[in-house]
Structures are given as C-alpha cells and as structure tokens.
C-alpha cells in the first residue's frame, strides 16, 4: 500500500507542478493526439495547378515564289512559319512570273502583249482572265456599207494573232480604217482607206 501511495503523488505533483500539462504520451493535453507507431500522417494536398508547357506549334501559312520580284508569286508553293527565303511572298496569282509588269491589281495599259507559257500572245496583264481595252471603247472596222448618204463600217482593223480566251482582237491594233463615199455616180458605193493610226490600242 505504500509504493501505490507513492506513485499517486508522483503523479499529482506532476500534473500540479509545471505551465504546460501533458497526458502520459507527452502530448499537450486538449490537443489532438499525434500519429504512432512511425505513421507520419496524410501529405497535405495543393491546390495549385502547374503552370502549362509553352506551346510549340505555330500558324502555317503558303508562300509563293516570286521570280519576277513584282511582289506576286506564280505556281511554286511552300507552306510553312517562316518564309523559306528572298523570293517567296505571300501574295499568289501572277499568271506570269516571269514578267514585272504582270500581276494581279496592274494599273497601266499596254500597247504589246507579253508571251504566255503556251506562246499565246496576251495582253491579260492585270491577271483577271480578260483582256480590257484602256476607256474609251474603240470600234473594230467591219465591211463598208452605204446608208443613205454615209457610209459605216470605219473603225480598228483587228489584230491576227495566237490569242487566249478573254483576248479583245482589238488590243495592240495599229490600223485604223476609214469608209467614204466613193466618186459620185448613181450606184456610188463607199470606198475603205487604211492607215496608221498614231496611237495603238493598249490593254491590260
């Protein structure tokens, strides 16, 4: 009986004695007990996600070579991010990249044609697939005709030449036919003059 004395003050003194209290495992008393046995506990879990990779990808785009360095390009294509050097461009659509004055959006008008890939001679050089004579309209000649006391049929004489569609004859002419009435008899008929003209028919 006086060892189990003994223990019960030790562990009075104990629990009277110091500022700061614990249980039998050393722990704060009033809080909450930790792990034993070498278990450390739940990991605590972030809520931070990780920032995302840079992307590598990039926007392709088509490059057109441009031969004739008129700032379009003709056939030959790339695709690609960067432009695959000096002669490619971004603009397409010139029907002849071998030529400056031909591409797309051309202003001025000509009096010669260029020769196409085929050998067609044309006069396209805005590459809208037509050829558009410079304002205004000038009249191809036709057969001279007597009405009543004047006579029709003046006008340009066309231009023979290998052409392709959308060619206007009269692009390029340099002849200009006039139709008058001849020496005045009964059955007077209209007589045709041609001459150069001073200005050929330009076109684009």
Not at 16 to 28: E, H, K, N, V
Not at 49 to 64: A, D, K, L, M, R
Not at 130 to 155: F, H, I, L, W, Y
Request: with cysteine; proline share 10%; hydrophobic share 25%.
């Amino acid at each position: 009986m006086r060892g189990l004395g003994f223990f019960v003050a030790v562990v009075f003194v104990g629990a009277c004695g110091g500022a700061s209290q614990t249980d039998l495992f050393g722990d704060p008393q009033g809080a909450a007990p930790s792990p034993r046995g070498g278990d450390p506990g739940p990991t605590p879990t972030s809520t931070t996600s990780p920032p995302s990779p840079p992307s590598s990808g990039c926007t392709q785009i088509t490059y057109y070579r441009d031969r004739d360095g008129d700032g379009f390009g003709g056939d030959e294509t790339k695709r690609g991010c960067d432009s695959p050097g000096d002669e490619w461009v971004t603009q397409g659509g010139d029907c002849n990249d071998d030529d400056d004055e031909v591409f797309p959006g051309q202003t001025k008008y000509f009096a010669t044609p260029y020769e196409k890939k085929s050998g067609a001679k044309s006069f396209d050089y805005d590459c809208s697939n037509k050829e558009d004579q410079a304002p205004p309209t000038k009249t191809a000649a036709t057969a001279c005709k007597r009405v009543g006391n004047t006579c029709t049929g003046s006008g340009y004489v066309p231009v023979a030449r290998q052409s392709a569609p959308g060619a206007d004859p009269l692009c390029g002419a340099t002849q200009f036919q006039t139709c008058s009435i001849g020496p005045i008899t009964p059955i007077a008929q209209c007589d045709a003059t041609v001459a150069e003209t001073e200005k050929p028919v330009t076109c684009r």
